[in-house]
């Protein structure tokens, strides 16, 4: 069983920042992809940004330039610095990683930006 979770959401103006964290319950982020994917009211859940075991990163259109996604192996933490924030960043934000062929989500952490 893995379990991740969320932390460092909150609410921010427009063009501030914040940095959100997905802890592991287990080493498994230096052997596994890890996503954070965000959801809006009344829309699908999408891919914000990506990471793989080498550390080659993928960000969706709509934040790249403006989030970076990271890892840190040693403390089974991957984390998603976001700047230059918008009221369209509103949503909840997930982080997954598959193990064993099986998909683990963490609780999700809500991310507001005011206009």
């Known amino acids: 069983q893995v379990q991740l979770v969320e932390s460092g959401g909150g609410l921010v103006q427009a063009g501030g920042s914040l940095r959100l964290s997905c802890a592991a319950s287990?080493?498994?982020?230096?052997?596994?992809?890890v996503g954070w994917y965000r959801q809006a009211p009344g829309k699908q859940r999408e891919l914000v940004a990506d990471i793989t075991t080498g550390g080659s990163t993928n960000y969706g259109d709509s934040v790249k330039g403006r989030f970076t996604i990271s890892r840190d192996n040693a403390k089974n933490t991957v984390y998603l610095q976001m700047n230059s924030l918008k009221p369209e960043d509103t949503a909840v934000y997930y982080c997954?990683?598959?193990?064993?062929?099986?998909?683990?989500w963490g609780q999700g952490t809500q991310v507001t930006v005011s206009s």
């Open positions: 287990k080493s498994i982020f230096s052997i596994n992809r």
């Open positions: 997954r990683t598959v193990v064993g062929l099986l998909p683990y």
